[in-house]
């Protein structure tokens, strides 16, 4: 389904967005803080994602 690809799509630009922000304004110990919580993140983004697509069938 298409509106599927640009929800995911948004959805992966913002935390790009934000992830490239929080790091260009971070110090060295909290970059590794924010890698490690942004992958977390992401994982829940794309079950969110994954489920809201499942419910919609």
Same mark, same amino acid.
């Given at each position: 389904?298409?509106?599927?690809?640009?929800? +995911?799509?948004? /959805?992966?630009?913002? @935390?790009?967005?934000?992830?490239?922000?929080?790091?260009? !304004?971070? !110090?060295?110990?909290?970059?590794? +803080?924010? +890698? %490690? %919580?942004?992958?977390? /993140? /992401?994982? @829940?983004?794309? /079950?969110?994602?994954?489920?809201? !697509?499942?419910?919609? %069938?």
């Amino acid at each position: 389904m298409q509106m599927q690809a640009i929800a +995911k799509g948004m /959805a992966v630009g913002a @935390a790009a967005g934000m992830l490239g922000y929080l790091i260009s !304004s971070a !110090s060295s110990g909290e970059k590794t +803080k924010l +890698k %490690r %919580r942004t992958v977390k /993140a /992401a994982h @829940a983004i794309g /079950a969110v994602m994954n489920s809201v !697509s499942e419910m919609l %069938r």
